[in-house]
């Protein structure tokens, strides 16, 4: 800490009894705190869901294994699947959102800090709600457990007949209130978009990060409430005897993979839309260019968010719904592929002519492109209806939504934190480990999903827990395993990498990118009220203005 | 800590953006409409489809009474906020408790008319599909009222003890936004349950 | 079972019409996506290599482009053609396989998924076997295709023969329809592709597709009730006697339980446990005195039998042809 001492008056670093710390950081309604909370929550089930992956690797090697049981297998998919969505993902995308956005438009805080708060908590306490099913998932007397239902839970498993206990309604509990906890935040992030932001800065100057998450709270708003509602209907149903899912009682299995998917396609863009808005900060900075196309990538993106509401049946396609249903559920979904299109051009525009400095960030986010575009065209490759018939529920279709997960959210993510740690921390995070993270990362990537299609292609289902040897699917199981423990290396050396730097990292300054908007403004890490006068903009870059006063951005907008 | 560079930038002349409260309570509008439209769905879907009666044609009675108290709290809760806004306090209070007492004729309008059913007819949340969609989807909304009573209760309160000023009113509005929602969905219930359901 | 061929699961070698057509529309996308791939690979890797920054550039911006209205409308126009295309070829392929009529000759069979076997029904030919669809070979001048009628006793289920067809589910209150035509003699294998319980993994599939005489043979023997051989009496008295029958049916035998899988022709199967072990004394004896050493999970429950009646419930099980 001595290099600290130099830099740094000693008042700012004043030490306070541990209690009063974690008081404080259990208290705050501070953007800010919050979103560092929501980053350090979901980096931890990060790890959580990534040991429930290893597992189910490790169980897959070959064929006959006896690694876990079957009921250990089924619920390490469901709560790997179940973590990541909701309780890494999620939390992450929102931290860097609370994080981010008041600092980018120019607020103080955001608009409700303690429905903030309240919304971190119900989102915290849900994650435990989840763990805690372990323990009482059938109830503490008993070995607990905890739900083995998919992550989708179709009905009528998750009647009581096949899912005795309470691990299931663990699962409904925790998505129940983690969901309201994220309708809140999307509530506050539409507010503060709305409602805060600093003179000048009219929808149409707002950086893209919050535009796109303007976006991606307004599809939670509309879609994440089908789930919350389905799960009230869950819980009538085990609890009073209801029969919104009961076959026996004429309910229908069929209602609730709609209402499931109704939610579960557009959380997909929900996802995905945070990430092009990290894309779209980091691409422009480091290939020294403004965005390309800024006001198409807005219309592309509310174009996303509308089509993506129509395409959930695409989860469907073998469910049996009339050959016209299918039909327009194929046509949507290809369609969701033109504005996607659109914005993987923009980027490769705004990188085309620039200066492009692979810094690690960078590195993801062209890693991001790539796969992504991969992703995208499996993705094509299943809208198609009759082949899907033939993907979907295979490996192949575990091989397309990781590579959009992993390919794509994840490594925007990395992108994001290479870019934004040294603002939140005021120290940069190591290149050189950053390197070995990325490279490291790309290469199990890679082993791990592209692999992956083939044994789909050769017909292995999802959610199985062991396969016959004569099936040829031993080596190509191995070989993803393989991928998936480098990965796991990888993700070591990056967790790694964010506490090290957090010690030892070298100081990173207002603007260590030389970047252009407001948050590289104000001090690393930056004080509780963001700015001592609140800035004013006349562009988007309102940076840029300020360090080219003879060229700035308002004259050309 | 100074906090660095300031764009140098002149103020627009003008800088308004819109009232946070209400964005927020409309976003949370939205977000409520589309958990109503998945009830509303579900009971739609279900119409017809219970294996064992009671079916609604058989049990259900139209509370036209009750309806036209929830329907008029909407305006009785308009005009205390334009009453408040023009600080007329004591025509505020009264409205406002008058909102008060039509939302709660309503809930109790919706307690006789359960306690017929699941006591006369036998229609419980299990009964059949019917039930479960019927209980669920009024009982949703009942469960909305509830709540709408709750926050206009604790209004009422500080407006009781004179802590509500005329320049709140536009929070006040922000509750009657809520308010008038609640009403809106009972439209929806109304129409899909007692029209179309029979 | 002496293949030359080992039964295969890969969707690229269709042995029916509408894995066949699946194929083909199937490579059309895939050729398709591969240009477009190739294309816009290539745009990237041109702007990564050409573009990076240089010592000397270093010092001064590039120039500063905001955008482009001719090329947005060009990488905007070209998609849509695209797609257009693509849903075009997918429309017809739908319909071309969903809404096939079922001509006079199909054969009809009803399937239910179980918690985790198959129930194989024939109406017409009043056959109920397990786990072993047996259905003819399809000669494309006088098809005989087989149409499935899909039901489930409990959760979902997904019938999947990746090289007769592509998968459709099984879902209670909810009957589903697919056919099949066969092009080629031999045993198909797939297995339940929509996640339905702890066994979900071990729902496995057989399909034998018969030449026509062998077919007729197949349905000859299962039209006839369980064979009594007098050697295997004790045996029977045992199963009679114990839960067995609570959930099996032997045609003819008060045995009529509709639980488990009907063991009136049981020794006409290759495997037992849905497909999980092969159908040899050995195996039926576990399976009989230990379901979980093979199929931990499944709902078959372990009977407790002594060791003399299970030698011989395992000597009737052997009797019944």
Redesign the interface.
Known sequence: MSSNAITIPALQVQEKPWVDRLHEWVTTVDHKRLGILYIVYALTFLLFGGFEALIIRIQLMHSHSNFV???VF?RMFTMHGTTMIFFVAMPVLFGFANYMVPLMIGARDM??PR?NAFSFWLMAFGGLLLYFSFLGGSGLYGAGNAP?V?WWA?A??TARA?SPGHSSDYWTLALLVSGFGS?GT???I???V????C??MKLTRMPLFAWLNLVM??M???????L???Q??LL??RY?????FD?Q???????WMH?FW?FGHPEVYILIIPSFAFMSEIVPVF????I?????MVAATVCIAFVSMSVWAHHMF???MS?YA??FF??TS??V??PT??K???W??T????????KTAMLFA?GF??QF??AG??G??L????????????YFVIAHFHYVIVGGILFALFGAFYYWYPKITGRMLSERLGKWHFWLFLIGFHVCFDVMHIPG????????????P???WDTLNLIVSIGAFIQGIAILIFVWNLVSSYFNGAEAG?DPWDAWTLEW???SPP?AY????L????SRR??W??K??E?P?SL?? | ????????????QS?T????AK??MV??I???S??F???VV?YL??LG???SGPTPKEVLETPIFFTICLLSSSLTIHFAGRSLERNHRGAFLGLWALTILLGGLFLIGTGMEWHRLIYQHGLT??T??FG??YY?LVG?HAFHVTAGLIMLTIVLLFALAGKVQQDQFRRVDTLALYWHFVDAVWVVVFTVVYIVGR | MALAD?P?????APQSTP?K??LD??IF??S??GI??VV??T??VY??SK????AA??KR????????TQ??LA??II??LI?VV??L???R???A???APEPPGAIDVTAIGH?YWWEFRYPKLGIITANELHIPLSDPNHPTPTFLQ?LSA???H?F?I?EL?????L????P??MWMDPHRTGIF??????????????M?LRVSVDSPEDFAAWVRTQQQPAGRNSSATAGRQVFEHTACINCHTVSGTPADGRFGPDLTHLMSRATIASGAAENTPANLRLWIQDPDAIK??SLMPAMKLSDADLDAVVNYMETLH
Not at chain 1, 292 to 296: A, E, I, K, L, Q
């Open positions: 049981s079957p009921q089924n608009a409700f429905l083995d998919g179709y009528p498993l096949f309708i999307a509530i506050n539409i507010a503060t709305l409602c805060m932001r003179p000048g709270s307004g939670v708003l509309i879609t994440l409430t089908p919350s509602a389905a009230i209907m009538i149903d009073l005897g209801g029969h919104f076959a009682a004429g309910g229908s299995a069929v209602l209402f109704i290939s020294r260019k403004p390309f196309g800024y006001p198409v073998t469910v049996g050959s299918n039909s194929a046509i290809m369609m592929g033109i299109g659109i993987i051009f923009n490769i525009g990188m085309w002519g620039g200066q492009i400095e692979f062209i492109l790539f575009l991969i065209l499996t094509i490759m809208a198609t209806a009759p082949f899907d018939w033939q993907l979907t529920l295979s292609l050769l017909g292995m289902p999802r959610r199985i827990y062991t396969y016959e004569n099936r040829g207002n403004s104000t001090t004080p963001n700015f001592a006068t800035p004013v903009v006349a309102p940076l203005d300020l080219h006063p060229d951005d050309y907008e | 800590m100074s906090a660095a560079t300031i764009p140098p930038v002149e103020m627009p800088w953006l819109p009232y946070r964005v927020g976003s949370l939205i977000a409520e589309a958990i439209t998945i009830f579900a879907f279900y489809k219970s294996i949340i299990s059949n599909l479960t969609t669920s949703l | 080992p295969g699961t890969n969707i690229f894995a057509s699946i529309l199937s996308v895939l398709i996506t477009i791939f816009v690979f745009l990237l702007s990564i573009f990076h920054a240089t550039g270093a911006e590039p120039a500063q482009v905001y955008g482009s090329i947005e990488w905007t998609p849509v797609v693509l849903f070829a997918t429309a392929s739908i319909h396989i969903q809404d918690q899909l409990d959760t979902d997904s999947w990746p067809a592509g998968k459709t589910d879902i209670p209150n909810h589903n329809r294998l797939g297995q339940c592709a929509q996640y339905c319980g702890t066994q979900h993994a071990k496995l931990p999970g």
